[in-house]
């Protein structure tokens, strides 16, 4: 089975800066998909960056982009040019890659990282 | 990215009753629908996961006689939850997924609150 692990509970960042959180996974599997969710106080779950394994380049959306190690299981997630609007629960998840079934897979979560945006 | 909702998004009931919960894909057929249950600070435990038609995959220690889970279409599936007790007081999620490098999209959840 696969454990996506977030090490850090909560993370300070002030407005303007960059910050990274970290997570790292474990898989036997090849071919998989790697996402970042933000949750928000209104509790929507948002996506905010995916990256597909088979893909060496790391992916970027704007201010938000990745550092995928595959050889390390390593995903992290940096934030640059912080705005108090990032301030959020932070999950990282896994999913693997089907194999013509027919049923699209699930996500295993981290447990989360809080990040605090301050002035 | 496609629209998830849920319905209802507060629901209180008396112990012993049940719920039930709508979760709709607005705007793409979904494969596959997901259940989430989320406590306060805590990470998304995936319940159940189904497909329009079959049989609701439980995840361990789930129980599949109080969670009924029910796939009638691409777009709608519901959660009921049976003789509720205060312990089912939770926040309920459901997402949406389809085959591919996709993600889920995720209704905006439902507290429960069960006195």
């Known amino acids: 089975a696969q454990t996506v692990t977030q090490s850090q509970p909560e993370m300070s960042v002030q407005e303007a800066e960059t910050v990274t959180l970290s997570c790292t996974y474990d898989?036997?599997?090849?071919?998989?998909?790697l996402f970042w969710y933000k949750q928000p106080p209104s509790r929507q779950m948002i996506l905010v960056i995916r990256?597909?394994?088979?893909?060496?380049q790391n992916a970027t959306e704007n201010r938000f982009s990745v550092n995928f190690q595959k050889a390390a299981k390593s995903f992290s997630l940096k934030i640059s040019d912080s705005q108090l609007g990032d301030a959020a629960m932070y999950f990282c998840?896994?999913?693997?890659?089907?194999?013509?079934?027919?049923?699209?897979?699930?996500?295993?979560f981290g447990t989360g990282t809080r990040l605090q945006v301050t002035l | 990215g496609a629209v998830v909702s849920q319905h209802p998004s507060w629901v209180i009931c008396k112990s012993g009753t049940s719920v039930k919960i709508e979760c709709r894909s607005l705007?793409?057929?979904?494969?596959?629908m997901f259940w989430y249950r989320q406590f306060p600070k805590q990470s998304l435990m995936l319940m159940a996961t189904?497909?329009?038609?079959?049989?609701?995959?439980?995840e361990q220690g789930v129980e599949k006689d109080k969670f009924l889970i029910n796939h009638a279409s691409l777009t709608l599936s519901t959660l009921t939850v049976t003789s509720a007790h205060p312990e089912d007081s939770s926040f309920y999620i459901c997402?949406?997924?389809?085959?591919?490098?996709?993600?889920?999209?995720f209704g905006p959840g439902t507290r429960l609150t069960v006195t």
């Open positions: 189904s497909n329009e038609g079959s049989k609701a995959t439980y």
């Open positions: 997402s949406a997924g389809r085959v591919g490098p996709y993600e889920q999209y």
């Open positions: 990256q597909e394994a088979y893909k060496q």
């Open positions: 898989t036997s599997e090849s071919d998989y998909y």
């Open positions: 705007d793409f057929q979904a494969t596959t």
């Open positions: 998840a896994y999913r693997s890659a089907e194999r013509n079934t027919g049923t699209a897979s699930k996500l295993t």
